[in-house]
T-cell receptor, first 111, second 113 residues
Framework: QKEVEQDPGPLSVPEGAIVSLNCTYS??????FMWYRQYSRKGPELLMY????GNKEDGRFTAQVDKSSKYISLFIRDSQPSDSATYLC???????????FGTGTRLQVTL | KAGVTQTPRYLIKTRGQQVTLSCSPI?????VSWYQQTPGQGLQFLFE???????NKGNFPGRFSGRQFSNSRSEMNVSTLELGDSALYLC????????????FGPGTRLTVT
């Protein structure tokens, strides 16, 4: 079993929809939780990070962490075709640089 | 501020050969990490360098090695290439103590034939 599980999708939604992306994990030592966006043939781009449990909002993006359930989510409001990409969750046990990634969810936002 | 750069962007090698990939971090970032991305395994951590020292290592065979120079630029080497080494190799940089805020380069796509 992988330390971080993520539904690969693809997830297809109409423009303007609210998108919910999720990851579950098994290692209770994870403290930092990140979301990356990766367009085809590009490197991952950091969207946001959260420390421990709670919510964090940045524009149309909201990250949620529930450490008691070992479950994290990324919500995208008013989704746009430009949001079509693969979304990767990543986690670390501290401030060190070893990140453990989910396999990514492919999102398609249609007109 | 310029982002992370990686060279070359594409490489084709033959089984048994060796390859060296290069990464220049964001100016001021002293930590450089390397990851392998494949369709089957996703993104997997290879190793991290800080101040010219390997600080952390993932679960990869000894054929994968790296180094870091005094200007924080890093190289990664894979010896005795195998078909399974075909992947996108990504480099990421971060400031000291901020490994949760890593910035990735565009990657080097390695194809082993």
């Amino acid at each position: 079993q992988k330390e971080v599980e993520q539904d690969p999708g693809p997830l297809s939604v109409p423009e303007g929809a609210i998108v919910s992306l999720n990851c579950t994990y098994s290692n209770s030592a994870f403290q930092y939780f990140m979301w990356y966006r990766q367009y085809s043939r590009k490197g991952p781009e950091l969207l946001m990070y959260t420390y421990s449990s709670g919510n964090k909002e940045d524009g149309r993006f909201t990250a949620q962490v529930d450490k008691s359930s070992k479950y994290i989510s990324l919500f995208i409001r008013d989704s746009q075709p430009s949001d079509s990409a693969t979304y990767l969750c990543a986690m670390s046990t501290g401030t060190a640089s070893k990140l453990t990634f989910g396999t990514g969810t492919r999102l398609q936002v249609t007109l | 501020k310029a982002g992370v750069t990686q060279t070359p962007r594409y490489l084709i090698k033959t089984r048994g050969q060796q390859v060296t990939l290069s990464c220049s971090p964001i100016s001021g970032h002293r930590s450089v990490s390397w990851y392998q991305q494949t369709p089957g395994q996703g993104l997997q951590f290879l190793f991290e360098y800080f101040s010219e020292t390997q600080r952390n290592k993932g679960n990869f065979p000894g054929r994968f090695s790296g180094r870091q120079f005094s200007n924080s630029r890093s190289e990664m080497n894979v010896s005795t290439l195998e078909l399974g080494d075909s992947a996108l190799y990504l480099c990421a940089s971060s400031s000291e103590g901020q490994g949760y805020e890593q910035y990735f380069g565009p990657g080097t796509r390695l194809t082993v034939t």
